[in-house]
């Protein structure tokens, strides 16, 4: 018995390779013996051949009457039952494990309270030792180490110290104009308040003219009061041949052209008959047909409709005499 004893442990050890190396960041790789699936993970393949293999047992263990999917269950059946090897024991109990991630489940589970670590100060505790470091040398040691830049408050967290500064110092603006009494809080705040006021600096130009403003909005209101009705005349530059029709893009030309020259309606409701030439008219026909919803609600009462066409009417025909007294 002795010696089929150490026959099974010599073909363990021959057979685990690089599968129990414990070297750190060592990347090992699992085949699936059934099909080409692989991973890093031993988990990963038990719940693939679980889950596609189910029922393929072809790993039978020559010592008894066990059997596994998976060549690594086998060996870890041979080294529990046959071998006794459990190399891992609890520091709580006498339980052994075969590796390490099943022994901290163990001790996770069953010995969650002998984990917790406590204050020796207090009633504090946790099941991590480092926040027990902490706790004590900022809650009893009175360490404060995070430091304010504009008084001599001094907090032991970072989080205290952000509260501070939001509580009493959020409307304090260091940075002051020397030209005249503008302060602020960000220095480039006050760069572009000098280039603005003080320096008189226009960095915003018309693209199509010569005027410049302080500000993207004024070059804005100059471009759609002077150059609008040019821009619409000049950019429409795609034409259609069949009528007197012209766009900006090419991309509208062709959308009229599927839908006025060709009549293509080629988006179909899948709940009635309705057909469109485009997608947004198939949403719109949806939204007020078949779902019910009412987007536009009258400004004067409760009344809501599909249609800003259908919320005039109501207006004209309910609220006219408001209207008139208006």
């Given at each position: 018995?002795?010696?089929?004893h150490?026959?099974v442990?010599k073909?363990?050890?021959?057979?685990?390779g690089?599968?129990?190396?414990?070297?750190?960041g060592?990347?090992?790789?699992?085949?699936?013996d059934?099909?080409?699936?692989?991973?890093?993970?031993?988990?990963?393949?038990e719940?693939?051949?679980?889950?596609?293999?189910?029922?393929?047992?072809?790993?039978?263990?020559h010592?008894?009457?066990?059997?596994?999917f998976?060549?690594?269950?086998?060996?870890?059946h041979?080294?529990v039952?046959?071998?006794?090897?459990?190399?891992?024991k609890?520091?709580?109990?006498?339980?052994?494990a075969?590796?390490?991630s099943?022994?901290?489940y163990?001790?996770?589970?069953?010995h969650k309270?002998?984990?917790?670590?406590s204050?020796?100060l207090?009633?504090?505790?946790?099941t991590?030792?480092?926040?027990?470091?902490?706790?004590?040398?900022?809650v009893?040691?009175?360490?404060?180490?995070?430091?304010?830049?504009?008084?001599?408050?001094?907090?032991?967290t970072?989080?205290?110290?952000g509260?501070?500064?939001?509580?009493?110092h959020?409307?304090?603006?260091?940075h002051?104009?020397?030209?005249?009494?503008?302060k602020?809080?960000?220095?480039?705040?006050?760069?572009?308040?000098?280039d603005?006021v003080?320096?008189?600096?226009?960095?915003?130009?018309c693209?199509?003219?010569?005027?410049?403003?302080?500000?993207q909005?004024?070059?804005?209101?100059?471009?759609?009061?002077?150059?609008s009705?040019?821009v619409?005349?000049?950019?429409?530059?795609?034409?259609?041949?069949?009528?007197d029709?012209?766009?900006t893009t090419?991309?509208?030309?062709?959308?009229h052209?599927?839908?006025?020259?060709?009549?293509?309606?080629k988006?179909?409701?899948h709940?009635?008959?309705f057909?469109?030439?485009?997608?947004s008219?198939l949403?719109?026909?949806?939204?007020?047909?078949?779902?019910?919803?009412?987007?536009?609600?009258?400004?004067?009462?409760?009344?809501?409709?599909?249609s800003?066409?259908?919320?005039k009417?109501?207006?004209?025909?309910?609220?006219?005499n408001l209207k008139?007294?208006?």
């Amino acid at each position: 018995m002795d010696n089929v004893h150490e026959k099974v442990k010599k073909e363990v050890h021959k057979k685990a390779g690089p599968e129990h190396t414990d070297k750190p960041g060592c990347k090992i790789k699992y085949e699936c013996d059934f099909c080409d699936f692989s991973t890093n993970r031993l988990v990963f393949l038990e719940n693939h051949i679980e889950l596609l293999h189910s029922g393929i047992k072809n790993y039978k263990c020559h010592l008894c009457d066990h059997s596994e999917f998976i060549e690594f269950k086998l060996r870890n059946h041979i080294n529990v039952v046959h071998l006794n090897i459990l190399k891992y024991k609890c520091k709580y109990c006498d339980h052994r494990a075969l590796t390490k991630s099943r022994l901290y489940y163990h001790t996770r589970t069953v010995h969650k309270e002998e984990m917790s670590y406590s204050c020796r100060l207090c009633s504090y505790n946790s099941t991590n030792k480092s926040r027990i470091c902490s706790h004590t040398k900022f809650v009893h040691m009175k360490v404060k180490k995070h430091k304010c830049a504009y008084c001599d408050y001094t907090t032991t967290t970072k989080y205290s110290l952000g509260a501070h500064m939001n509580c009493v110092h959020a409307a304090l603006k260091k940075h002051q104009c020397h030209l005249c009494d503008f302060k602020s809080n960000l220095k480039s705040n006050l760069n572009a308040h000098i280039d603005i006021v003080h320096l008189k600096i226009k960095n915003h130009k018309c693209h199509l003219c010569d005027y410049k403003a302080k500000y993207q909005k004024d070059v804005k209101r100059h471009f759609d009061s002077v150059h609008s009705t040019l821009v619409r005349t000049k950019v429409r530059k795609h034409k259609c041949t069949l009528c007197d029709y012209s766009a900006t893009t090419s991309y509208s030309l062709k959308q009229h052209m599927d839908c006025i020259h060709l009549a293509l309606k080629k988006h179909q409701c899948h709940l009635c008959d309705f057909k469109t030439n485009t997608k947004s008219n198939l949403k719109t026909h949806v939204n007020i047909v078949h779902l019910r919803i009412k987007n536009h609600q009258c400004t004067l009462c409760d009344y809501k409709a599909n249609s800003r066409s259908d919320i005039k009417r109501h207006i004209d025909s309910i609220h006219s005499n408001l209207k008139e007294m208006k």
